[in-house]
């Protein structure tokens, strides 16, 4: 095995809010899809990384994973001629063992893969790698022809203890662990738990003959909060859908955290680092990435209310000077910056995130999204959701039910919103 180089020592101490699974595993996705092979590149256009699915991992949230297979399955949002993961315990509190891990194509059941696609995924030649607290590890590519909005299995084996897990909480999407031996390759894992959180697996890029990334950089309304599970209908996903049906070669990397704030890391495991915190490792690190579409701020108005955190009051100053200090950041690297405006949530079920003082808060964040021209595109994500005859509410028919979170409908119609010509190759 090789060592990975640290890349971030954050450490935090938080609730467990996963359950226990069998004394310490977690489980995996794999919820599976047809394959096809990917269209035939103009020759003369140039070999590219390009990010092409994400998970933005948060604080640790349960206990340890021990001796276990995990299984996930991922929508590639573009395609290529291969595949490569990226594996975080930037969050982790101890070393992360890998002893085996494996890109398949899905199989005819849920969970299962087709063994005759698996291909070894190996780092520097190698079979394993344990990757220090902190630290991330990048395989190498496999030679897997992928096309855009197909699915790939992941699996990987965790020999050891991995001490308190950092996952992507809201995952949307059933992961699978199994304990015992290593079972990377086995058509069906053994015994299997399941969770709908992202466990370890934070990127996947392709390698194709052209092609960039957008990353949607948000909280739970961007990582599809309400929306079905295993279903992909996420904006994010919804907007790649459009984009592969134009012919585009650009793919969506969702960079949404549930709970997430622009200037404060919460209280809350899941809703893991500020956007400030987190934006070189969930934006700029992103392969191949040129645009980024950044939606946030809500929980920064309405959680010092919902949270009992009044020392965290923003006032509308301070929540442009957060976005104006993503927009800077993203500049300063050539990133073509898109606002989303924030969408309303008047009645909302949450007790104490409501409150007229942060609506004129919103309203004078939107205002300065749409006018301020800081920003390089606009997205009217207000607009698109708003009830005309009560502006302050979510339209019902977009509404899942808590008057905050879009239902699929809702996030279907947040994608057909993004002019597709903001994300034209510059």
Not at 141 to 152: F, L, M, N, R, Y
Not at 176 to 187: E, H, I, K, M, W
Not at 295 to 307: L, T, V, Y
């Amino acid at each position: 095995m090789v060592a990975a180089v640290p890349e971030r020592n954050r450490k935090r101490s938080v609730a467990d809010i996963l359950p226990v699974l069998l004394g310490a595993a977690f489980a995996a996705v794999a919820t599976a899809c047809p394959v096809h092979a990917a269209p035939q590149e103009a020759q003369n256009v140039p070999s590219v990384t390009v990010g092409v699915w994400g998970a933005a991992p948060a604080f640790p949230t349960g206990p340890a994973v021990v001796a276990s297979t995990i299984r996930q399955t991922v929508r590639l949002s573009l395609g290529g001629e291969g595949v490569s993961m990226r594996l975080s315990n930037e969050m982790g509190q101890a070393p992360l063992v890998i002893e085996a891990a494996h890109v398949a194509l899905p199989g005819a059941q849920k969970g299962s893969i087709d063994p005759a696609s698996d291909h070894a995924l190996t780092f520097g030649g190698r079979k394993g790698i344990v990757i220090p607290a902190g630290g991330v590890a990048i395989s190498d590519v496999a030679p897997v022809t992928t096309s855009a909005g197909q699915d790939v299995v992941i699996s990987f084996y965790v020999p050891r203890s991995t001490g308190p897990v950092a996952t992507h909480p809201l995952g949307l999407a059933t992961t699978y662990v199994s304990r015992g031996p290593d079972a990377s390759t086995a058509s069906t894992l053994p015994n299997a738990t399941t969770t709908q959180a992202r466990l370890f697996l934070s990127g996947v890029s392709v390698v194709r003959h052209g092609g960039q990334a957008v990353v949607a950089l948000g909280d739970s309304i961007t990582d599809g909060l309400r929306s079905p599970v295993d279903a992909n209908q996420r904006w994010p996903d919804d907007l790649s859908q459009r984009l592969i049906r134009a012919g585009m070669a650009v793919s969506v990397v969702n960079a949404g955290i549930s709970g997430n704030r622009v200037q404060h890391d919460l209280p809350l495991a899941e809703s893991g680092p500020s956007a400030m915190s987190r934006f070189d490792r969930d934006v700029l690190s992103v392969p191949g990435v040129r645009t980024v579409i950044i939606m946030e701020s809500i929980n920064d108005i309405g959680h010092p209310g919902a949270q009992g955190l009044a020392e965290q009051a923003v006032s509308t100053e301070d929540l442009i000077a957060g976005l104006q200090q993503l927009v800077l950041r993203a500049h300063q690297h050539g990133l073509r910056v898109i606002g989303a405006t924030l969408t309303p949530f008047a009645g909302t079920i949450f007790p104490g995130y409501y409150s007229p003082a942060g609506e004129a808060k919103r309203q004078a964040v939107n205002q300065w999204i749409r006018t301020g021209r800081a920003f390089d595109g606009v997205v009217d994500m207000d607009a698109a959701l708003r009830d005309p005859a009560h502006p302050d509410h979510m339209l019902p028919a977009y509404d899942s039910g808590d008057h905050l979170h879009p239902n699929a409908e809702g996030y279907r119609h947040m994608a057909d919103a993004v002019p597709l010509s903001l994300l034209q190759a510059p």
